[in-house]
């Protein structure tokens, strides 16, 4: 089945720097890789996704990028600001269309 | 307003206490699921509904029940709860199965003492 892991755990950085999560899967097959975030006390938001026929999206600040062949999507954000602290997952669906959610990436952006 | 809507927001329980977590979507939505969310293991699927009346295990399904009676709700039944159920719970809905944005509610902070 599909396997996703999310790298770092925990990241740092200061307000305006730019910051960088990423993602490997194991099904070559998969075609669909959201990323969420998560902020204090709610539940996980839809912030982009991409789908396997393109290898960059953008909106605005975020950006996601894909390897098919390397099987890694990485969520890039610039010039971060104190609202973008969050716990951000990234996920991929297995060969049922369950999308499996990495293990969260603890975003903090220092003022 | 389009929202997942779930109760009680937080509850603390007792060994073997029977109880249940309510979820309703207001949005149409066929496919409806819960999760469970720990530390360091991110969100891992218990059950999901893809219709009325269809339910499906999850990556880790023991010691829940489900049921789809209706579209709009989706309960999270705890038979006899144990300590390893203390979680942080999520339900969530989409349109669609598959490759389609879900949405989830607020979640509920359940401790089994």
């Known amino acids: 089945g599909e396997n996703v892991e999310q790298h770092p755990s925990t990241l740092s950085v200061q307000e305006g720097d730019s910051a960088v999560i990423k993602c490997t899967y194991s099904?070559?097959?998969?075609?669909?890789f959201p990323w969420y975030k998560q902020e204090l006390g709610k539940g996980p938001q839809l912030i982009i996704d991409i789908r396997s026929n393109v290898g960059e999206k953008k909106d605005q600040r975020i950006a996601v990028t894909l390897n098919k062949t390397a099987k890694h999507f990485s969520l890039h954000i610039t010039e971060t600001q104190p609202e973008d602290s969050a716990v951000y997952f990234c996920?991929?669906?297995?060969?049922?269309?369950?999308?499996?959610f990495g293990s969260g990436t603890r975003l903090l952006v220092r003022p | 307003e389009a929202q997942v809507t779930q109760n009680p927001r937080y509850l603390i329980t007792v060994t073997g206490k029977k109880l249940t977590v309510t979820c309703s979507q207001n949005?149409?939505?066929?496919?409806m699921s819960w999760y469970r969310q720990d530390p360091g293991l991110g969100l891992r699927q218990i059950y999901y509904s893809m219709n009325v009346e269809v339910t499906d295990k999850g990556d880790v399904p023991e010691g829940y029940k489900v049921s789809r009676k209706e579209k709009r709700n989706f309960p999270l039944i705890l038979e006899s709860p144990s300590p390893n159920q203390t979680s942080l719970y999520f339900c969530a809905s989409s349109l669609y199965g598959g490759p389609n944005e879900q949405f989830f509610g607020p979640g509920t902070r359940l401790t089994v003492l």
């Open positions: 996920a991929a669906p297995d060969s049922s269309y369950k999308l499996i």
């Open positions: 949005m149409n939505h066929e496919y």
């Open positions: 099904d070559s097959a998969s075609n669909y």
